[in-house]
């Protein structure tokens, strides 16, 4: 059974930093496993924030946290890490991380349908992570 549990969330003055983790379990092959970063906000859709296929180490973000959130994966522990700097009122979400298979097929699956939430197949229960002004 894939399992992925998220921590790190918490609560952080604006300006502030938080590192998210989101640990795999019931992957065979975790460089195999394509993970995405997302966040919903009361009253709005979930969306997509950072990706990173562990296959071929391609990575994606959303435009509204380039060049603040940074993704990385360490296989040796079967997690991907998600910094979150220079934190801002409008980050203040449930962040969840999620999985799907992209082994074979890295030549169709870009960036942008990596940070598309119909593409995956499991996910985590999510960690909040608020903001103060």
């Known amino acids: 059974e894939v399992q992925l549990v998220e921590s790190g969330g918490g609560l952080v003055q604006a300006g502030g930093s938080l590192r998210l983790s989101c640990t795999a379990s019931?992957?065979?092959?975790?460089?195999?496993?394509?993970i995405g970063w997302f966040r919903q906000a009361p009253g709005k859709e979930r969306e997509g924030v950072a990706c990173?296929?562990?296959?071929?180490?391609?990575?994606g973000y959303a435009d509204s946290v380039k060049d603040r959130f940074t993704i990385s994966s360490d296989s040796a522990k079967n997690t991907v890490y998600l910094q979150l700097n220079d934190l801002k009122p409008e980050d203040t979400a449930v962040y969840y991380c999620?999985?799907?298979?992209?082994?074979?097929?890295?030549?169709?699956?870009?960036?942008?349908?990596?940070?598309?939430?119909?593409?995956?197949?499991?996910w985590g229960q999510g960690t909040q992570v608020t903001v103060s002004s």
């Open positions: 999620a999985t799907a298979g992209i082994i074979g097929l890295e030549s169709v699956v870009t960036t942008t349908t990596m940070l598309e939430e119909g593409w995956y197949d499991y």
């Open positions: 019931g992957l065979a092959t975790f460089d195999h496993w394509a």
């Open positions: 990173i296929s562990n296959s071929d180490g391609r990575i």
